[in-house]
Nanobody, 119 residues
Framework: QVQLVESGGGVVRAGGSLRLSCAAS????????MGWYRQAPGKQRDLVAI???????NYTDSVKCRFTISRDSAKNTVYLQMDSLKPEDTAVYYC?????????????WGQGTQVTVSS
């Protein structure tokens, strides 16, 4: 099993910044990717940003040039630096890990952290 602990959510005014962290622990195995997803009320959970084991990154168009995903491989931790926040960024943000152990690929989710951006 893998445990993901997220932190860093909160309330911020439009134009402000927040930094989310997600630390993975347990029987991690080999990490394929780690990422952040978000889910606004009444909407589906969508990808925000992802970083692969090779360091490649991908962002949804709406956050490009505002959000930065990074990782500390030694700590099995992924970060999401969110700048120039907008009210439409308000959502619950979930950390995700895609890992392989004993040739079995599995995905785990964090409990979510609320990000609220006021106008």
């Amino acid at each position: 099993q893998v445990q993901l602990v997220e932190s860093g959510g909160g309330v911020v005014r439009a134009g402000g910044s927040l930094r989310l962290s997600c630390a993975a622990s347990g029987s991690i195995g080999s990490i394929n990717s780690m990422g952040w997803y978000r889910q606004a009320p009444g909407k589906q959970r969508d990808l925000v940003a992802i970083i692969t084991s090779g360091g490649a990154t991908n962002y949804t168009d709406s956050v490009k040039c505002r959000f930065t995903i990074s990782r500390d491989s030694a700590k099995n931790t992924v970060y999401l630096q969110m700048d120039s926040l907008k009210p439409e960024d308000t959502a619950v943000y979930y950390c995700n890990i895609d890992r392989t152990r004993w040739n079995i690929r599995s995905v785990y989710w964090g409990q979510g952290t609320q990000v609220t951006v006021s106008s």
